[in-house]
């Protein structure tokens, strides 16, 4: 079965750094496009980031730009967000999600999620 | 930058058919894809490019989209199909170039 699993979510004080990670299993790793979608306690899907399939093209939402680093590992088939100077409006679930870029771009296989939680 | 309105929420009786729309600015010119979150679960994608479904998707589901509107369709809705769905675009002139609607809780009654 094709799946997505993150791992690395934790509790972290304001300012803190985390790394999430996220591996694949049953597709084609490396030619695929992958992103980050966050979605606050209570609160809607938001876009974070995603990266191509060789890794050398990198997007980002204005609400991590510069605080959020997206990188991959193709031959370890793993996905990562590195986050620093986190605020407490970071708190979210991070899902990780595969991106399908013909013309218009959209998200058909997403991960369970990890859960960050920013708060002193 | 680029909006996109969903109803807060909409109810139906099961059996009956269920419109969740997405409002934007001439959003019929973007592909519009559609995901359904039951609670405490992942999003799932059950439309893409305004009217294709994934393997696995029932034909209930359909979606449509012109003018300022796109629009999802849910007919015969069954208990299960109670979950939130949001729309989706892509802007590839906005800086934030992936878009999510605020979405839209469906309550079958």
């Known amino acids: 079965e094709v799946q997505l699993l993150e791992s690395g979510g934790d509790w972290i004080q304001p300012g803190g750094s985390l790394r999430l990670s996220c591996t694949d299993s049953?597709?084609?790793?490396?030619?695929?496009?992958m992103g980050w979608v966050r979605q606050a306690p209570g609160k809607g899907l938001e876009w974070v980031s995603d990266?191509?399939?060789?890794?050398?093209?990198?997007n980002y939402a204005d609400s991590v730009k510069g605080r959020f680093t997206i990188s991959r590992d193709n031959p370890k088939k793993t996905l990562y967000l590195h986050m620093s100077s986190l605020r407490a409006e970071d708190t979210a679930v991070y899902y990780c999600?595969?991106?399908?870029?013909?013309?218009?771009?959209?998200?058909?296989?997403w991960g369970r999620g990890t859960t960050v939680s920013v708060s002193s | 930058s680029y909006v996109l309105t969903q109803p807060p929420s909409v109810s139906v009786a099961p059996g009956e058919t269920a419109t969740i729309t997405c409002g934007g600015n001439?959003?019929?010119?973007?592909?519009v894809h559609w995901y359904q979150q039951k609670p405490g679960q992942a999003p799932v994608l059950v439309i893409y490019?305004?009217?294709n479904r994934p393997a696995g998707i029932p034909e209930r589901i359909s979606g449509s989209n012109s003018g300022n509107t796109a629009t999802l369709t849910i007919s015969w809705v069954e208990v299960g199909d109670g979950a939130d769905y949001y729309c989706?675009?892509?802007?590839?002139?906005?800086?934030?170039?992936?878009?999510f609607g605020g979405g839209t809780r469906l309550t079958v009654l």
């Open positions: 999600a595969k991106v399908i870029t013909n013309i218009y771009w959209y998200f058909d296989l």
């Open positions: 490019y305004d009217n």
């Open positions: 990266i191509n399939g060789g890794g050398g093209t990198t």
């Open positions: 001439n959003i019929g010119s973007y592909g």
């Open positions: 989706q675009v892509w802007d590839s002139s906005s800086s934030d170039h992936v878009l």
């Open positions: 049953g597709f084609t790793f490396s030619s695929s496009a």
